[in-house]
């Protein structure tokens, strides 16, 4: 059995834990050609994420004194610079998501350099840093995305669902290479949560995921995750995870988390640095 | 007085369980829309369950003493034939399940010949053993299947319902000596678990995943259920699904106490079939495979046709 952990985190740690939050905002329910939204109430639900999500889950943080990494689209930045301000002076990790949240594999790879260069100018004007970190938005990323993030500098992705600890995606020495930092659809709140009418979401109008049985399903896989020493990565929306209710299940799991032994909170751009100077050895 | 018989088992074993394995793999995914392949994204879900899916089943099923089968699709096992031979080195059965992109009911029957073939010997190449076993790919199956596939060296099928004991396939209203052994959808771990958004999505209108607790209770439930009854409980498992972190915690659960449970016959396919074998070939003519066989016999003095109607 590989009940042994395999991958020497550090301090001894046992396993790493990622607690990401995607900051989308209403890109999600716009026309991501255009900007427009056919439907004021679906804008407002993609609002409440950093108007009210934001604040909530940095006072959680603060709270919990535990560090989140939080991918966040360039139309957001402009909208809510406050905030985005917020996530950063409170030493939070800010990566990059698009300008609109859009599918990198529906856009040519001199589309997608431009979405990343004016997302990137964006979060420097407001926070004074460029990003580091790449979550693809909206599903799939292109054959020639992962080169491009490296030519362009960032030192990790986390979008691919293929394993549940880091790898390199190979396209340069051990040093330079870019670190994949893979997370899972069954530990993402948006698609067990989300909800509305029209446009419909999920397309099946399927049932609302109750809390506590999606929260009972991340404790089983944290469970897991722990037993093989892995990469636990929780992908959050601050419009799905941000309400009162799910904000007390969060503080909850990460409660129940930390009676684990050698757990390693960390963000992104940690276990990226972590695992490159690892495998370079 | 009851009016289900309950079959005698191997060693005075009570029921039969029969863990089954689909190694689909990146296919689950091709097989949805023909982009999958110009995604690494999606497909890299698929890969999983050849990286980490397939070792960690593999060594609980050697710690527990499972006999699986594991029915591998001729188009994984060119693309990971190592991981073919590993799963044969570990003495579990591999069985068939044709070349994995096919509907059978829209191929002819020397198309399906072919297929049948081409993709029995793709596995022979990989493990020097003809596989016996067959579970057709997903999707609509047809008519006349037992003969094609006893030609060419398959003795057991896993893809048919309409019961919870093993039968023979039929043709034209008579048995023929393919056992099959049926499963369910709800004995399957994908239906609840399986997930992807975007174009290749899954399930299509993007369902939740279901409540962990309450698929193991339903799956423990279940045994119990065909324990009860004297049963043959066929569990249906992928790699990419059930063996995640946490989802492969609850299969050692479900295993674990199938395997603590008193005279339970915990069999491969092979060894099910081959039991059923020694049984009378006949099924009795209330048996939907039966009455499918001679449906259309009444109307018609051909053989059935393989067109099946949309209700």
């Known amino acids: 059995m590989e009940d042994t952990p395999a991958i020497p985190w550090p301090g001894g740690a046992r396993c790493a834990v990622m607690l990401s939050f995607d900051v989308d905002g209403p890109t999600l329910w716009v026309d991501r050609a255009t900007g427009r939204y056919a439907d004021v109430r679906g804008f407002a639900q993609g609002g409440y994420g950093p108007w009210r999500g934001v604040p909530r889950i940095l006072d959680l943080l603060d709270e919990l004194a535990v560090p989140a990494t939080f991918f966040v689209p360039g139309k957001t930045i402009e909208q809510w610079p406050d905030a985005v301000r917020d996530i950063a002076a409170s030493g939070h990790e800010i990566g990059h998501h698009g300008w609109w949240h859009e599918t990198y594999f529906d856009h040519s790879l001199d589309d997608q350099e431009r979405i990343i260069a004016r997302a990137q100018d964006e ?6 840093r460029r990003a580091t970190g790449f979550r693809s938005p909206s599903g799939d990323i292109a054959e020639g995305t992962p080169a491009l993030l490296h030519r362009l500098g ?27 930092i893979p997370a899972h659809w069954e530990l993402d709140d948006y698609h067990q949560f989300a909800y509305h009418d029209d446009p419909p979401v999920p397309v099946s109008r399927d049932r609302i995921s ?26 959050m929306h601050p419009q799905v995870i941000g309400t009162p209710t799910r904000m007390r299940a969060l503080a909850g799991l990460v409660a129940h988390i930390r009676e684990y032994p050698g757990v390693w909170f960390a963000e992104g751009r940690e276990i990226a640095a972590w695992w490159r100077e690892q495998e370079a050895v | 007085m009851t009016r289900e018989t309950r079959p005698a088992w191997p060693g005075g074993a009570r029921c039969a369980v029969v863990v089954t394995v689909d190694l689909d793999a990146e296919l689950f995914w091709l097989r ?26 593999l060594n609980l099923f050697d710690e527990l003493g499972v006999p699986a089968t594991w029915f591998v699709p001729g188009h994984t096992a060119q693309r990971h034939a190592e991981t073919v031979r590993e799963i044969h080195r570990r003495g579990q059965e591999i069985g068939c399940r044709a070349m994995g992109d096919e509907i059978l009911a829209d191929l002819d029957n020397e198309q399906i010949g072919t297929v049948v073939e081409r993709s029995a010997e793709i596995l022979r190449e990989l493990t020097g053993v003809r596989p ?24 057991w099928t896993s893809g048919m319902f309409g019961d919870d004991l093993p039968y023979f396939l039929e043709v034209g209203g008579r048995p023929t000596p393919v056992v099959e052994i049926p499963w369910r959808w709800e004995h399957a771990d994908y239906p609840y ?7 290749v999505s899954f399930p299509p209108g993007r369902s939740r995943i279901a409540s962990y607790d309450a698929v193991l209770t339903e799956w423990t439930a279940a045994f119990d259920a065909y324990h009860d009854r004297g049963l043959c409980f066929v569990l249906t498992l992928e790699p990419q699904v059930i063996a ?21 016959w915990l069999a491969s396919g092979r060894s099910v079939a081959d039991h059923w074998l020694t049984r009378a070939m006949t099924n009795d003519p209330a048996h939907p495979e039966h009455v499918r ?16 109607t949309q209700p």
């Open chain 1, 123 to 128: 979060l420097e004007q407001v926070t004074g």
């Open chain 1, 154 to 180: 960032f030192a990790y992705s986390s979008s691919m669902r293929g394993d549940d600890r880091p790898y390199r995606w190979g396209l340069s020495g051990p040093e330079t290479d870019l670190i994949e």
């Open chain 1, 210 to 235: 109750p809390t506590a049985e999606t929260f009972a399903n991340w404790r089983w896989e944290f469970a897991g995750y722990h037993r093989f020493g892995l990469c636990y990565v929780i992908m």
């Open chain 2, 32 to 57: 949805l829309h023909p982009s999958a392949a110009d995604r690494p994204k999606t497909l890299s879900l698929g890969t999983y369950g050849i990286l980490r899916g397939t070792p960690r089943l």
């Open chain 2, 132 to 155: 016996r076993g067959f579970r057709p790919p997903p999707g609509r199956v047809g008519d006349g299947l037992a003969p094609i596939l006893a030609e060419r060296g398959i003795t």
């Open chain 2, 193 to 199: 678990f399986a997930y992807n958004s975007g174009v």
């Open chain 2, 244 to 264: 995640k972190p946490g989802r492969f915690l609850l299969i050692e659960q479900l295993l674990t106490h199938i395997c603590a449970t008193p005279n339970v």
């Open chain 2, 293 to 308: 066989a001679t449906w259309l016999r009444a109307d018609s003095s051909k053989e059935p046709s393989n067109t099946a």
